[in-house]
């Protein structure tokens, strides 16, 4: 299937690793061309080299005012057009409510939340018929997950903002999605696991209550967020589609 890829031109943040490295790996698998973010410079020069010639890198905070501008920016001076964004940034602390401090919450809000808008806001601002603003949510949306309050209380506010967004833009031609991923065998799903006492006991009983008995890999993830950011869903706008392995207890 041609997923029409080919020299188009996004955005992916959070990039260095994880979710946003793997969709941005099938993304360029499938032809595009990608400017990818991180934070620490030497990391975000590694990530575009072992991503190819058709890969940028910008090391720049998701919470940072300037951020949209320096990715846009980049990605029309490297390849002369901008057709998407999909922001993907590393999830906030884990802990319960009395856990979390002021700081915390602080800290993820401008990261996960307020940076997520600024750069939906100015990528609206640029893109003409056919682009496409992509968020890396959580199954949080949805369901609560134990533990992460702060995720539980960012993400479905997001998913809102993002819904919100899907219906302005719509007569635009431009269109807004999200991607929930649920136990995807990242660094940071491991680092949660390992919190506990005995982590292979807690990843067990994990898989014991997804349906397909398993973590997703990443590049799983990978390829159904590069097809959501594709023309080939082209008439798919507005939804939240998980990547859970089935977890999600409702339709």
Known sequence: ????LKDR???VTGA?????????????ADGAKVVVSGRDEKTVAEAAAALGPNAVGV???NADPDAA???????REHWGRFNGVLVSVGGPPAGFVADNTDEQWQTAFESVFLGAV????????????????GFVLSGSVYEPIPGLTISNGLRPGLAGFAKSLSDELGPRGIRVVGVLPGRIDTDRVRQLDALSADPEATRAASESRIPLRRYGAPEEFGRVAA?????????????????????????
Do not use: K, Q
């Open 118 to 133: 600024r750069l939906a806001r100015a990528a609206a601002a640029e893109m003409e018929a056919g682009g496409v603003i």
């Open 227 to 251: 097809f959501l950011m594709s023309p080939a869903a082209s008439y798919l706008t507005g939804v939240m589609v998980p990547v859970d392995g089935g977890a999600r207890h409702g339709f």
């Open 69 to 75: 501008a320096r990715l846009i920016a980049a990605a």
């Open 16 to 28: 260095t690793r994880g979710l946003g490295n793997a969709t941005a790996r099938a993304l360029v």
């Open 59 to 61: 090391a720049v905070d």
């Open 9 to 11: 031109v996004y955005v």
């Open 1 to 4: 299937m041609d997923l029409g």
